[in-house]
């Protein structure tokens, strides 16, 4: 029985099945971990979403940034983009069924017995373990119910963007949002940073990545994370994994085995281009 954590797919659905067939994934006895954005930029997101709807319980997934936007794109609130390539899913037969699936997925994973966190941008620092578990169940009860819409049209925005307990309603929920799905940078206090997408390396003074501000997560557990391309995988410190490493822009789909502690990667079969 095996764990294997997969970065950003974004609707490439040759190169991952391509490298679960490398590793002799098998949904009967293993466990698969997705950083989320599973749909959008890649040529077959409808082909992802069915696969992974279909493995049922051997899946643990998270949303991402662009799942939400489908779900915004599907109420009529957000505009389907041509570079998305969301034309085939928008249209399917079993788009609702899809929709209604993906809707009702987490936005953390934990696993307590291995020491596993996944969240597709991240944990802002100023959310201990409890306080990460409880913004995310608050965004998923919301996203499950008969009123997500209502709340998918008022996700977007950068503000709040300092965490407090006193935040109520579609503030606190928004916030919950951008920590959980878009964040990269935090200033030193902890506040949000939602405009700078660089490398670490180029970004601008006081801004730090989120990873590399004091964490009140336990030290002993590991915490794995898509969403930052740029990043290449790299830069991160120890127990904190960088798993999207581009494949929709011409990179790598990039799988680490939990129980080895080993990397594989697919390289993608799409056209290099720029983020």
């Not at 029985?1 to 490298?19: A, Q």
């Not at 936007?69 to 069924?97: T, V, W």
């Amino acid at each position: 029985m095996s764990t294997y954590v997969i970065g950003d797919i974004h609707g490439c659905y040759r190169e991952l099945r391509e490298l679960l067939e490398s590793v002799n994934f098998d949904p009967q006895q293993d466990t698969l971990w997705l950083t989320g954005d599973l749909v959008a930029r890649g040529p077959e997101s409808l082909q992802v979403l069915r696969y992974v709807k279909s493995l049922g319980s051997s899946v643990r997934l998270v949303l991402g940034n662009h799942d939400l936007h489908l779900l915004g794109i599907y109420c009529k609130i957000s505009r389907n983009k041509p570079k998305d390539h969301l034309d085939e899913l928008l249209n399917a037969p079993d788009i609702d069924e899809l929709i209604n699936w993906l809707r009702r997925q987490p936005l953390l994973q934990v696993d307590d017995e291995k020491k596993m966190i996944m969240a597709h941008a991240g944990i802002t620092p100023q959310w201990n373990l409890e306080t990460a578990r409880m913004c995310a169940r608050e965004v998923e009860a919301v996203l499950s119910s008969d009123a997500y819409p209502l709340f998918i049209d008022s996700m977007y925005g950068d503000m709040p963007n300092n965490w407090s307990d006193s935040l109520m309603g579609l503030a606190r929920l928004r916030f919950s949002t951008n920590a959980l799905t878009r964040l990269r940078y935090c200033f030193p206090n902890g506040q949000l940073d939602m405009i700078c997408k660089e490398n670490p390396k180029k970004a601008p003074a006081p801004l730090k990545a989120w990873f590399d501000l004091p964490s009140q997560i336990p030290e002993d557990y590991s915490i794995f994370f898509g969403h930052w391309a740029s990043l290449e995988g790299k830069c991160t410190p120890e127990n904190v994994y960088a798993l999207d490493t581009g494949c929709c822009w011409g990179g790598d789909l990039t799988l680490y085995h939990w129980e080895t502690q080993q990397y594989h990667r697919q390289k993608s079969y799409q056209k290099s281009r720029k983020e």
